[in-house]
Each structure stands twice: as structure tokens, then as C-alpha cells.
């Protein structure tokens, strides 16, 4: 299927949705947004096109999410506050545990 890049931008949501059933291979969540859409299409055909990333690249991103899994990013006894301006009026805390 030809689809363009270009044409994206003036296509309705059920030929964006099409589209999507075609690269994919499975309909999209159900509230995506139309850019949403529009930005993940081109990218499926721009992968397509240049055969996906690279092997290299392909390593360092799996690497990069492992890094993320095996050291979260908030340590033990890290603080989370939330809170309304800077009055602390209805201001929540939550310590974190290990």
C-alpha cells in the first residue's frame, strides 16, 4: 500500500485508522489522538522504508531500558510532595520505602 507522508496531514480519522490496521497490524487505542496518529504512521513508514534502526541503535535503546528497569530513578527514602502553590494548603507527603 503507497501511503504518503505528505497526505497524512489531510487525511479524515477513518483513513488514518485504516492505515494504522494496515502498518500495524492491530486497531489503535481507542482515544489516540489524530496527531498521535498521524506521528506514529509516519514513523511506522519511515521504518519501513529505511529497514527499521539499526543494529547498534536497536542495542543502546535496549540497554538504555534495562539501565531505567534495574536503577529506578527515585532511591529509597526518597520524598514525593504535592501540594498547592506555595501555601501547602491540602499538601500531601509520601515517603518512599526500599
Partial sequence: MGIDI???D???R???LEHWRSL???PPPKHISRS???QIIAFELQSKQ???FSKRLSQRLKRAAMRDVM???FKPGSSFVRGCC???ENSHQIAGAA
Fill in 24 to 26: 500495524i497490524g492491530r
Fill in 50 to 52: 529505511h529497514r527499521g
Fill in 14 to 16: 477513518d483513513e488514518l
Fill in 36 to 38: 498521535l496518529l498521524i
Fill in 10 to 12: 489531510t487525511a479524515g
Fill in 86 to 88: 506555595q501555601t501547602n
Fill in 6 to 8: 505528505a497526505a497524512l
Fill in 71 to 73: 536503577r529506578p530513578a
